[in-house]
């Protein structure tokens, strides 16, 4: 198998392309390598461990004393609490939005008012979580700031 | 509670606006002849002081559901609504003469609540379609797209 690196401007956004006869086994496990380079949470789906990507993830909820991650279709459990998550992820484009919720900026598609001085953001796959008050003026320094 | 005070705040000033446009409908329909001295510009204040109390009593650091909030809200306006008419009216002897004020300054309360909520919702909408635009741009930058 031949590899070859183009070295691209640093305007321009950098990708990996795979050339393939087929996408066989080889090629999903290329893949899960270089997604797991992008990060990854362990989560729990019916007793089974998984490994969930971080840009795959579109927030994570903690309800009682448990947490969850949710990607779009699929929720996984995770042993972990909330702000462990919060520390860990604030640098990979995560931001708390309520006392319950951390979520990926980049899932987001637009965001709303809501009621009582709160916003929604409207998830890519059309879920809605709130923006409590108390986070609104931190989301807003960190869309403005632009800090990736 | 820094952000409900802030909340508040903005309530209070958009609700003295609007108790000054209802105090002029009102008195030209129901005492168009009626003279006031200078207190007369206190009143929206202190109306709007009475109005931003109950707001602030029921502060709740939980986050409430749609449903709750709603509840909340009406609660409060039912509140308001009885502060101010006691405030008004409370040092007299009410009679039937007094009904048909008390039943125009109720519905000024109520539609200044909801013209109040009305405002301050799409001031959280010109908010949130900023935010919208600051966010496409952060997902630009952080997906390399510029």
Known sequence: MEITVKTIGGTEKEYIEIGCH??????????????????????????????????????????????????EKDCYESGRRLYEFESALISRNFARIS??????LMKINSIKPSLNGRFSCVLTNGEQVIISRKYVPDIKERL????V | MKEHLRTQLAGFFIS?????????????????????????????????????????VMYSKKELTVW?????????MVLIVALIIAFMFGRFHIT???VPQIIGVSLSVMIIYVLVHVFSWLMDLKTASK????LKAFQAKASGEK
């Open chain 2, 96 to 98: 039937r003469e007094y």
């Open chain 1, 22 to 71: 087929r996408k066989d086994e080889r090629v999903d496990e290329i893949i899960r390598f270089i997604r797991s380079r992008e990060g990854i949470l362990k989560g729990t789906k019916e007793d089974r461990q998984y490994n969930i990507p971080l840009p795959d993830i579109l927030y994570i909820e903690a309800v009682d004393e448990k947490t969850f991650i949710y990607l």
């Open chain 1, 99 to 104: 006392k319950s919720v951390i979520v990926n």
């Open chain 2, 131 to 134: 935010m919208t635009e600051d």
């Open chain 2, 68 to 76: 709750q909030t709603l509840i909340r809200e009406f609660i409060q």
């Open chain 2, 16 to 56: 003295v606006t609007l108790i000054n446009v209802a105090m002029f409908v009102l008195g030209i329909m129901l005492q168009p002849d009626y003279r006031f001295g200078y207190e007369a510009f206190a009143y929206p204040l202190i109306y709007g002081v009475i109005g931003s109390v109950p707001g602030l």
């Open chain 1, 144 to 147: 403005k700031g632009g800090s």
